[in-house]
C-alpha cells in the first residue's frame, strides 16, 4: 500500500520559515517524480514545486520562486520543502504526489499539511 504523509507544517510569522517533509513508503521511491501542491480556503488546488526522480531537475511555481526549495533523499524516501521568507498569501494546506516520470498525472496523494502564515 502507497503511503505519502507530509508534516513540518504549522504556524509561523510572515517572514519566517519553515520545513515541510514528505515521507513515501510502498513505492519504489527513486522511480517517481514528487510535487509539492497547496490549497488555500476556496481557493483551487496549486502546483507549488517538483523534483524529478534523481533529484537533477526541479521547478517551481513563480509565486514561491526564490524563496522555496525542493529536495530529496532517496535514500530516506523522502522530499522536502524549504520554505523561506513566508508570506500570508502562503497559507494553505500543502500536499506531496508522486508520479512515474513518463506520466502526465500523479498517482499517489498525501492527506497534507497545514501551512499558517500570520501578518
Known amino acids: 500500500q502507497v503511503q505519502l504523509v507530509e508534516s513540518g507544517g504549522g504556524l509561523v510569522q510572515a517572514g519566517g520559515s519553515l520545513r515541510l517533509s514528505c515521507a513515501a513508503s510502498?513505492?519504489?521511491?527513486?522511480?517517481?517524480?514528487i510535487g509539492w501542491f497547496r490549497q488555500a480556503p476556496g481557493k483551487e488546488r496549486e502546483f507549488v514545486a517538483t523534483i524529478n526522480r534523481r533529484g537533477s531537475n526541479t521547478s517551481y511555481a513563480d509565486s514561491v520562486k526564490g524563496r522555496f526549495t525542493i529536495s530529496r533523499d532517496n535514500a530516506k524516501n523522502q522530499v522536502y520543502l524549504q520554505m523561506n521568507s513566508l508570506k500570508p498569501e502562503d497559507t494553505a494546506v500543502y500536499s506531496c504526489a508522486a508520479r512515474l516520470d513518463y506520466v502526465l498525472n500523479y498517482s499517489y496523494w498525501g492527506q497534507g499539511t497545514q501551512v499558517t502564515v500570520s501578518s
Open positions: 510502498g513505492l519504489a521511491f527513486s522511480g517517481f517524480t
